[in-house]
């Protein structure tokens, strides 16, 4: 156990270390921080004082090592934009975006299990064949598409009149395609300050309704991947002797497919999806810049249209560690559930 | 690099007149295979400390074998007892641990890829899956073209084109199957095939792991036929490897009984079956399902075979051995000259057996 | 005694083309009209879009041809808007269904140059990895699982904005096809290298692998002539897989102002300088090429889906 | 009556080049406490046979035809419920590979108590206690902690011993073994026959064991079937036909064992090899294989080629067997004499 967990530990510094090492050399190569420390009239004997000072002149070894020691401390230096120190604006922004990853999580875990066992258990029926159908199509839409789309129906909304629209059927035929819009689709709208940089949209349903259509749209891109996966392992374990001993024994179909398959399906399940998760903070940027939510993802973005390069180093960094710690916790989670896992380190 | 022996028709034929010589010579041979992957893995947890551990699995721990030429000599044992390792060995598919292996007394398995290629010709082998061994992307006929033209690049077309007809002719398939794939047959053809290929470069030794046990009774019976046959024919010498006593007692000259890595006893296949000396042998005898009722009653092992990667100490075989003592639990027993057979026993050397 | 295959009743197939007309591929293409459809309309999208030059009624990218008070115009079907302009106009001006055709054409070019780009990456290394194994394979194994939790959107963005800090907006643009190629190829190969690598460590312990060595081939002439072979059904379903999530990497590249200029747009590009028109009810100019997007993405899908179930390749899971 | 009665069994399995019948008019019966052996090479349709009996076909495969009558009761037409009833209650199963059989992720103890409480209102304690028993009488050592072990932790031999104990823990009438030692090693093959055989005889429990092993069949069973292309070709007591059998198949199959050659020489042979379900020969399904099928102008006897042969008695075996049939014929004056089977039916193929 105490093996298993090192091992996983010294993992996540070596990703760790690659990450700071590429941050490193982002910032080494592209922020000048002279440039924006003084002005253009400083003359050029000044600014290679400066540098010298500051310790730019160093060899990149000893350069990194200083970054890194900072970085312990969360310490990134301070943003070109913002001015102040770089942790504190991602820790600001980092809320947001961890509240739409988890409201996004949620979702995906409520409806993929459900679905993806289904749509194992009944592959022929027109229902799982609706909802294959389905996820594919959610597969194939990019995710920035729908959020417009969602937004397009629910927030401007949508006025259909193929019918006529003085008769009774046909306005109420019209009704039923067309949407008055009005669900909240930009920024975060008012949220309770919890404590320190937290602010959550959970507290409230106003604050609630904020997340409804990003969370959905951010799940687009999960669900059916998950509904996918799910449904794949099922089948294959259904398949396996020991659901069909498990039938010669006489035991209940609902006792195998909950009790005997449901469990092997899980667990690739858990290794293929907790990573995915992690990855859901990516997708963020994308969702975040749809819905002017202000998370992370879009201060990464705005950071980049104006080459913050500390900013940007520091969400790199932060996010970096999210996959890091989201990526060893299911890596323990597979260890604890998976009895043929002795959390040696390796399959018995 | 050794010199390309400028082979004829068959070889062997000039030969065979020192039949009885060794062709192979298998000595102090070992193999392990390293269980944990990364530095990471090796560690463990140990009275407090972190210690680093590699576990290894002894699939090979000291094996002697000679194979006469002309002979065919079956390696019998159970699962995991490394008769398929050393078949992989010989053929220089795995490199020994330790030990070494001659091949008509020249050492072979150091040799570099390039340096063994004249004994390619030489050795061949037949495997145990038709389903696995046949390329699927390629016809019958470049499966076999192949390794012609790349042993014999001085070939003409027709050359080639002949003796592909002529193998699959020997092996009793029909050559006009050639732009067939591999999938198109069944298991006892394609295991005919796969023979035709290690035929077609004309070799005088032969590596058969488990060639017919996933087989079908009837096909098996075809399969061997035709592997003696083949060697009739080619004056083959075999090193047959198998789990199938039954088999061994009517296609093998000499017997090579294994148990975990070690060879437990080496005796002419009548002796060994006539008087079975090694405990092992004698359990594993009495094991097979016979048509009669007159076979020996069955003896029963306690335990299962343990696992190569904590070796027993001593005798490999002393936790299952009904006449096991002190001794064996210590001391590795040695192949020991008795009754014709060689037996590596403590309880036979003793006379206690 | 001679025997005869098994199959006996089938003809005995000689050339490619006989083999490919009695395999199983077309026989189930010919009974599956998903596959049918969605092969039609990938076959015509692509045809459109590289003859674009010649089916377009304007160029897009010539700024002589566009007439900036004709922007905003709506398509065919709703009120005010202009015959000339099929499908109406974006906000400067341009026809969107040429403007489309060209965006298409671009997305197409960059999701294809993409994929050659990760094949080459990720075969190579899968390759590598699965045969030569030990370290090679743990050292190229752990960077891909490390690229991969990372999230190849996430690695794009990332490798994106340093090349955009680095040369500039101007340079950017001027070279956004190749960068964008070298971009999504860059940050989707590990993908490719774990099939490819699950596969050869499949096919590498089967015994006519282990014959060929005997025979005493070379490890190059085994790679290529014996394994690769075998691994092409998981690379080609894969492949059309990542032609897909190219297009859509470029799309949500450009969406983010990372990819395509608006002057040379791709389909992405379209949709993205549409989205700011969208709170003023032009939702044509986002809407319509998100749908010529959707469609071409989901046709790859299907197909891709129909061969995976064809062919049953073993892919690496995740 | 007997306890289980199989009838003209038809099963055929739904693929995309049409339907393969993979058992064709397959009848026979089992007996309180009797030993069957069903022996045929792989493709033969033994396993189909072995899963049809439980009613275990899995899709596209569906049973056509015929009845399946246990204790009285037909389980071709039962509810899905009361099938559930008979399953591992009174008809248990015992499958090829025991790495594969059991869950990996539940403990044995749970793998056992579930099927009890599947048939039996009992309290959790007392099924552990009866489970803990089962252990017991397959000589697992130390049982109590083997409960709570997961089958990984366990060798091959050992599982087959749990899953002898799950087949054993209703007390079953009838224990269905499919091929239950070919996955193991010889020596542990030839412990878990012994245990199997000890066990059935204890508790008077009938077996049906599926195998392509003659050596185990003629050790452990009482009357054996022989299948060729999932049909039935010839059936009678164990010893019999091991010693003297009538079908060519038959005697093919015995004769090209390796210790019936004198060793050295060639064995004997059958040509050529089993044909697919798919595309099974019209008449006798051997007949292309089958040295006895030529007449005396060194062709093909056309009865063999065309129709399909139907059991004739001879000594106490039924042999399906045109050559046999005559043979027999010639012997006895009455004609009529033990046609038992089916009537002659030609098949169009």
Redesign the interface.
């Known amino acids: 156990m105490i093996a298993f967990l090192i091992k996983r530990l010294f993992h996540a510094f070596l990703v760790m270390f690659i990450i700071s090492v590429i941050s490193f050399a982002i910032q080494d190569n592209l922020g000048d921080p002279i440039q924006q420390m003084v002005g253009q009239s400083v003359p050029d004997s000044e600014r290679a004082e400066l540098r010298e000072e500051l310790g730019l002149n160093d060899p990149f070894m000893v350069q990194y090592l200083r970054f890194a020691k900072n970085a312990m401390h969360f310490d990134f230096g301070y943003s070109y934009f913002y001015g102040e120190p770089t942790i504190e604006v991602v820790l600001r922004h980092l809320p947001a975006t961890l509240e739409l990853v988890f409201a996004t999580t949620v979702l995906i875990m409520l409806f993929s299990v459900p679905i993806g066992v289904y749509s194992a258990i009944k592959p022929r029926s027109p229902l799982s064949r609706l909802f294959m159908g389905v996820s594919i199509v959610g597969i194939s839409i990019p995710v920035f598409l729908t959020a417009i789309v969602l937004i397009q129906i629910f927030a401007i909304g949508v006025q259909f009149t193929p019918f006529p629209v003085d008769t009774g059927w046909g306005s109420w035929l019209n009704g039923l395609l067309s949407t008055d819009g009005g669900m909240p689709a930009y920024g975060r709208g008012d949220v309770v300050h919890v404590v320190g940089t937290w602010s959550t949209n959970f507290a409230s349903l106003e604050g609630l309704s904020y997340l409804v259509l990003p969370s959905i749209s951010l799940a687009s891109i999960m669900l059916p991947l998950f509904i996918r996966l799910i449904r794949a392992e099922m089948l294959e374990v259904l398949q396996s002797d020991y659901v069909k001993f498990a039938k010669a024994k006489g035991i209940s179909m609902r006792r195998i497919y909950f009790v005997h398959a449901l469990k092997n399906t899980m667990l690739p399940v858990i290794t293929v999806g907790g990573v995915q998760i992690g990855t859901l903070v990516a997708y963020t940027i994308l969702t975040e810049t749809v819905f002017q939510w202000p998370g992370v993802g879009l201060m990464f973005l705005d950071a980049i249209e104006r080459s913050d390069i500390p900013l940007i180093v520091t969400y790199l960094m932060i996010v970096g560690l999210i996959f890091v710690i989201t990526n060893t916790l299911v890596d323990l989670i597979y260890g604890l559930v998976n009895p043929t896992v002795k959390l040696t380190g390796k399959p018995a | 690099m050794s010199k390309v022996r400028q082979q004829p028709q068959y070889p062997q034929e000039s030969e065979s007149a020192q039949a009885g010589d060794t062709l192979l010579q298998v000595r102090g041979l070992e193999k392990r295979f390293p269980l944990s992957g990364d530095f990471l893995e090796q560690l463990r947890f140990e009275g407090g400390k972190l210690k680093r551990r590699q576990a290894f699995v002894h699939a090979i721990n000291g094996v002697d074998i000679d194979v006469k030429r002309g002979e065919t000599l079956c390696v019998v044992g159970e699962s995991g007892c490394g008769k398929s390792t050393v078949a992989r060995m010989v053929m220089g598919l795995l490199h020994p641990t330790a030990g070494e292996i001659r091949y008509d007394d020249r050492r072979i398995d150091h040799l570099s890829a390039r340096q063994l290629l004249p004994y390619r010709r030489r050795m061949q082998m037949i495997f145990q899956n038709p389903y696995a061994s046949l390329n699927p992307r390629m016809s019958i006929q470049q499966t076999l073209e192949e390794p012609l033209r790349f042993h014999h690049p001085d070939w003409s077309r027709q050359q080639i084109l002949d003796k592909i007809g002529e193998v699959m002719v020997s092996v009793g398939i029909d050559p006009e199957w050639g732009k067939r794939f591999g999938h198109e047959f069944s298991g006892g053809q394609r295991q005919r095939i796969a023979i035709a290929r290690a035929l077609a470069v004309e070799p005088e030794f032969i590596v058969a792991d488990e060639p017919i046990s996933a087989l079908d009774v009837s096909i098996q019976a075809q399969v061997l036929n035709l592997l003696m046959d083949a060697q009739e024919r080619h004056h083959l010498t075999y090193l047959f490897i198998t789990h199938d006593l039954a088999v061994v007692e009517h296609f093998g000259t000499r017997v090579v009984v294994m148990y975990l890595g070690r060879v437990c006893e080496v005796a002419e296949t009548r002796t060994l079956f006539d008087r079975p000396r090694h405990p092992y042998t004698q359990a594993l005898m009495s094991a097979i399902p016979r048509l009669d009722d007159d076979g020996p009653a069955h003896i029963k092992l306690p335990g299962e075979v343990p696992t190569p990667v904590n070796l027993p100490s001593g005798c490999v075989f002393h936790g299952r051995c009904p006449h096991a003592n002190d001794r064996c639990r210590h001391e590795i027993p040695q192949l020991i000259e008795t009754q014709g057979s060689q037996v590596a026993c403590h309880a036979i050397e003793e006379g206690r057996l | ?7 006996s ?2 003809t ?3 050339s490619r083309w006989a083999r490919f007309r009695s395999s199983y591929l077309l026989y189930s293409f010919k009974r599956d009209w998903i596959a049918q459809v969605c092969f039609a309309v990938f076959v015509l999208l692509v045809a459109a879009a590289i003859l674009a030059p010649w089916l377009a009624s304007m160029n897009p990218y010539d700024l002589a041809q566009i007439r900036i008070l004709d922007s905003e115009l709506p398509p065919f079907w709703i009120d005010g808007s202009d015959p000339q302009y099929l499908l109406g106009t974006d906000a400067q001006g341009r026809d969107l269904l040429s403007t489309i055709l060209y965006g298409a054409r671009v997305s197409l070019i960059i999701g294809f140059g993409a994929v050659m780009l990760q094949a080459l990456l990720g075969v190579t290394f899968g390759l590598l990895a699965g045969y030569l194994g030990g370290r090679v394979d ?1 050292f190229l194994m752990r960077m891909a699982d ?1 690229q ?4 190849t ?2 690695v794009a ?2 490798v994106g ?2 090349i ?3 040369f500039g907006g101007a340079v950017y643009s001027e070279y956004a096809v190749f960068i964008l190629v070298l971009i999504i190829g860059l940050a989707e190969w590990p993908q490719y290298a774990r099939t490819v690598r699950a596969s050869v460590l499949a096919e590498r312990s ?3 692998v ?10 190059k002439r085994i790679m290529f002539r ?1 394994i690769l ?2 691994t092409l059904s998981p690379i080609f379903v894969i492949s059309t897989v990542q032609i ?1 999530n190219a297009i ?1 990497s470029e ?2 590249l450009s ?4 990819g395509m200029p608006e002057t040379q747009p791709s389909l ?1 590009s379209l ?1 993205k300088s549409g ?1 700011d028109y ?2 003023s009810g032009s ?1 044509w100019i ?2 319509i090429p ?1 749908a010529v ?2 469609v071409l ?2 046709v790859i ?2 197909l891709g ?1 129909w061969l995976r179930d064809v062919m049953n390749p073993r892919l690496y ?2 | 009556m007997a306890l289980l009665e199989v009838s003209n069994l038809d099963v055929r399995f739904a693929l995309r080049q049409g339907d393969v019948k993979a058992l064709r008019d397959v009848s026979f019966t089992l007996d309180r406490g009797e030993r069957l052996g069903i022996v045929g090479e792989s493709g033969a349709g033994k396993s189909v046979a072995a899963f049809t009996i439980l009613n275990l076909i899995a899709k596209p495969g569906y049973i056509a035809d015929g009845s399946i009558r246990f204790d009285g009761r037909e389980l071709t037409t039962m509810k899905p419920r009361q099938l559930q009833q008979i399953r591992g209650n009174k008809v248990s199963m015992i499958f090829q590979d025991p790495m594969m059989t059991l869950n990996p992720v539940l403990t044995i103890g749970e793998q056992m108590i579930e099927c009890l409480k599947a048939h039996r209102r009992i309290r959790r304690r007392d099924a552990r206690e009866i489970a803990l028993n089962k252990l017991h009488q397959v000589y697992i050592p130390s049982p109590e902690r083997r409960l709570d072990q997961y089958p990984h932790e366990l060798s091959g031999g050992m599982r087959q011993r749990i899953i002898i104990a799950i087949a054993l823990l209703l007390d079953p009438d009838v224990i269905v073994a499919d091929e239950p030692t070919t996955a193991l090693d010889v020596t542990i093959q030839a412990e878990i026959m012994e245990l199997l055989l000890e066990l059935c005889e204890k508790h008077n429990v009938a077996l049906i064991l599926i195998t392509h092993d003659l050596g185990v069949v003629s050790q452990v069973t009482q009357r054996m079937l022989v299948m060729y292309a999932g049909r039935v070709i010839e059936q009678g007591p164990t010893r019999e036909i091991i010693n003297d059998a009538e079908h060519p198949y038959t005697q093919g199959l015995i004769n090209a064992l390796p210790q019936m050659a004198t060793p050295g020489q060639r064995l004997n042979q059958i040509p050529g090899s089993m044909p697919s379900l798919a595309n099974t020969p019209p008449g006798c399904a051997f007949h292309p294989r089958c040295s006895f099928s030529v007449d005396a102008n060194g062709e093909r006897r056309r009865d063999c080629r065309e129709v399909i042969p139907t059991f004739v008695r001879s000594g106490n075996c039924d042999v399906a067997c045109h050559m046999v049939r005559e043979l027999v014929e010639r012997h006895s004056p009455e004609h009529d004499a033990s046609d038992n089977g089916p009537s002659e039916k030609r098949e169009a193929l």
């Open positions: 005694m001679t025997i005869a295959p098994t199959s009743s089938t005995s197939p000689s743990a490390i991969l939790s990372f999230s959107l996430m963005i990332i904005a340093v955009k800090a680095t089967k015994e006519y282990d014959a060929a060595r005997v025979m005493g081939f070379r490890a014996h072979p075998n897909a859509i799309a949500a969406f983010l102002g990372l992405g949709i989205f969208l709170q939702w986002t809407l998100g997007l959707i993405v989901l899908n299907l889906d899971k995740g």
